[in-house]
């Protein structure tokens, strides 16, 4: 029999808000903070505190939703997942676990060039994060920085629709970039602000149910996922091969050793006593709000789209896409072009080769658009752009790096004549060789001539005045 795995993921993405999720604590901008200095009587749970719902959470996640060509419910509430933990002080997580606020969404994937899959999206729902636990080594106690408690969550659920550990890893790669792309979230990782659980099973190839899944909680990193996936494939495809069962549990992922380990058998959702929360009305959107919030802003998904009518293969895609970078100045660029379709290809090839390899590049939309507008004016030749680019990166404009230099292309058709008659005279061995048949030597008359113009001669006009010159010198 032949084992098949099937995978599931639910990605907890946290909304870029200024305020936390039910109260006005400042989310934003914590960078230089101290623990715990962004509390209050609410996110710590004190007793009689009541939340309020941040409007700017509700719009992120629709946001997200149209993006996902989602069902975005008029209808949905929240409730109370009870649990205790010491990062938890109400004792319960606020979330929309009866009516959530988003259903039915999907998300394409591309495997390769040629191949893309189509992600079903079961639903998105609001939360609020937990606090951070902190556990010093060797220490006989742990600390709890409530700074994070109540950060505004989205938790988006997949079906489970993805076969390979590479599969989940496109997916997880193309959700990232779908909500920073659009602002969505700030995407900060180490932070977590990306974060997410794998559910896994396998069974029979051709099987109608699933088998016995266990849940890898809390990674992120896309690498990481992915070696996590393909070592806990193995592991329940060796028990039930060896006549073993998957037992249903949360496991972690110790990324040193390159292992599942088993945390905790899985509660059922009965074990969370989920009902709904009293203290907040459920939520009811009006169609104009709905539709005010249907994005403006240009996603990754139609950035993807964009590269691929140009024929941009998937790894251009991802090196422009997935850098922030890149893709804020690709953007940016194409959109001082008047978003001409024509000029995707010449914008990426300036964004994925050198550029990428430099430290901290200064490179703004409108210099590179000088530098591809002197391209195709013939103003400079490609080889001369490229000398001058690493400069262009340090925030020089080309044209006055042209101007300084002297590197403006020799178009000329008159100076073009004479230097090419003057370089026919000091080589006639070489025009006996060209005329005797010889046309190899071509290129080396022209590479006299690109001296004698410090590179800076039209090539083709070179290479065709040249042979209009020998050719007539032989009639
Ligand atoms: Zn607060």
């Given at each position: 029999m032949k084992l098949i795995p099937t995978i599931g993921i639910e990605v907890h993405v946290q909304l870029n808000t200024m305020s936390k999720m039910f109260c006005s604590c400042r989310l934003s901008g914590q960078d230089d903070s101290k623990p715990n200095q962004y509390i209050c009587p609410i996110c710590i749970g004190l007793p009689g505190t009541l939340p309020t719902l941040n409007q700017k959470a509700v719009e992120l996640a629709l946001q997200i939703g149209h993006f996902l060509d989602a069902e975005i419910q008029e209808q949905s509430s929240f409730d109370r997942k009870n649990y205790f933990y010491p990062d938890l002080p109400k004792g319960y997580q606020i979330t929309q676990f009866y009516q959530p606020i988003i259903r039915n969404g999907r998300l394409t994937i591309w495997l390769d060039d040629d191949n893309s899959s189509s992600i079903k999206i079961t639903e998105a729902h609001l939360e609020e994060d937990a606090a951070k636990a902190i556990h010093p080594e060797g220490q006989p106690y742990s600390q709890i920085d409530f700074n994070r408690a109540g950060a505004p969550l989205l938790e988006i659920v997949s079906?489970?629709?993805?076969?390979?550990?590479?599969?989940?890893?496109?997916?997880?790669?193309?959700?990232?970039?779908?909500?920073?792309?659009?602002?969505?979230?700030?995407?900060?990782?180490?932070?977590?602000?990306f974060k997410f659980d794998l559910n896994i099973s396998v069974a029979e190839e051709g099987s109608t149910t699933l088998g016995t899944r266990t849940e890898l909680k809390n990674l992120n990193s896309f690498r990481f996922a992915k070696k996590a996936l393909e070592y806990e494939i193995d592991r329940q495809i060796y028990l039930l091969s060896s006549g073993k069962i998957v037992i249903q549990e949360t496991r972690g992922y110790n990324e040193a050793e390159g292992k599942t380990f088993s945390q905790r058998n899985k509660e059922?959702?009965?074990?969370?006593?989920?009902?709904?929360?009293?203290?907040?009305?459920?939520?009811?959107?009006?169609?104009?709000l709905i539709d005010a919030t249907?994005?403006?802003?240009?996603?990754?998904?139609?950035?993807?789209?964009?590269?691929?009518?140009?024929?941009?293969?998937?790894?251009?895609?991802?090196?422009?896409?997935?850098?922030?970078?890149?893709?804020?100045?690709?953007?940016?660029?194409?959109?001082?072009?008047?978003?001409?379709?024509?000029?995707?290809?010449p914008i990426s090839n300036w964004l994925i080769g050198e550029y990428q390899t430099i430290?901290?590049?200064?490179?703004?939309?409108?210099?590179?658009?000088?530098?591809?507008?002197?391209?195709?004016?013939?103003?400079?030749?490609?080889?001369?752009?490229?000398?001058?680019?690493?400069?262009?990166?340090?925030?020089?404009?080309?044209?006055?790096?042209?101007?300084?230099?002297?590197?403006?292309?020799?178009?000329?058709?008159?100076?073009i004549d004479s230097i090419l008659r003057q370089v026919i005279g000091n080589n006639p061995e070489a025009v006996t060789q060209y005329q005797s048949g010889e046309q190899k030597i071509l290129g080396f008359l022209i590479g006299q001539a690109m001296k004698e113009t410090k590179g800076q001669a039209n090539p083709q006009l070179i290479r065709k005045t040249l042979v209009d010159l020998l050719d007539n010198m032989l009639q």
């Amino acid at each position: 029999m032949k084992l098949i795995p099937t995978i599931g993921i639910e990605v907890h993405v946290q909304l870029n808000t200024m305020s936390k999720m039910f109260c006005s604590c400042r989310l934003s901008g914590q960078d230089d903070s101290k623990p715990n200095q962004y509390i209050c009587p609410i996110c710590i749970g004190l007793p009689g505190t009541l939340p309020t719902l941040n409007q700017k959470a509700v719009e992120l996640a629709l946001q997200i939703g149209h993006f996902l060509d989602a069902e975005i419910q008029e209808q949905s509430s929240f409730d109370r997942k009870n649990y205790f933990y010491p990062d938890l002080p109400k004792g319960y997580q606020i979330t929309q676990f009866y009516q959530p606020i988003i259903r039915n969404g999907r998300l394409t994937i591309w495997l390769d060039d040629d191949n893309s899959s189509s992600i079903k999206i079961t639903e998105a729902h609001l939360e609020e994060d937990a606090a951070k636990a902190i556990h010093p080594e060797g220490q006989p106690y742990s600390q709890i920085d409530f700074n994070r408690a109540g950060a505004p969550l989205l938790e988006i659920v997949s079906a489970p629709d993805m076969a390979t550990p590479e599969e989940a890893k496109r997916y997880l790669t193309e959700l990232y970039l779908l909500v920073t792309s659009i602002g969505a979230c700030q995407g900060d990782m180490q932070k977590g602000h990306f974060k997410f659980d794998l559910n896994i099973s396998v069974a029979e190839e051709g099987s109608t149910t699933l088998g016995t899944r266990t849940e890898l909680k809390n990674l992120n990193s896309f690498r990481f996922a992915k070696k996590a996936l393909e070592y806990e494939i193995d592991r329940q495809i060796y028990l039930l091969s060896s006549g073993k069962i998957v037992i249903q549990e949360t496991r972690g992922y110790n990324e040193a050793e390159g292992k599942t380990f088993s945390q905790r058998n899985k509660e059922d959702s009965d074990g969370y006593r989920y009902f709904p929360e009293p203290d907040i009305p459920p939520l009811d959107l009006k169609t104009s709000l709905i539709d005010a919030t249907r994005p403006d802003t240009t996603s990754s998904i139609q950035l993807r789209g964009l590269l691929q009518s140009a024929g941009l293969s998937l790894r251009v895609q991802d090196t422009i896409l997935l850098d922030p970078k890149s893709r804020l100045l690709f953007m940016q660029t194409l959109a001082i072009f008047d978003n001409d379709p024509a000029k995707i290809k010449p914008i990426s090839n300036w964004l994925i080769g050198e550029y990428q390899t430099i430290e901290s590049p200064n490179l703004s939309a409108s210099h590179l658009r000088q530098l591809i507008e002197l391209i195709e004016a013939s103003v400079i030749s490609n080889n001369l752009a490229k000398e001058i680019f690493p400069d262009i990166c340090q925030g020089r404009s080309p044209q006055d790096i042209i101007k300084e230099r002297g590197l403006t292309q020799i178009n000329d058709q008159s100076i073009i004549d004479s230097i090419l008659r003057q370089v026919i005279g000091n080589n006639p061995e070489a025009v006996t060789q060209y005329q005797s048949g010889e046309q190899k030597i071509l290129g080396f008359l022209i590479g006299q001539a690109m001296k004698e113009t410090k590179g800076q001669a039209n090539p083709q006009l070179i290479r065709k005045t040249l042979v209009d010159l020998l050719d007539n010198m032989l009639q």
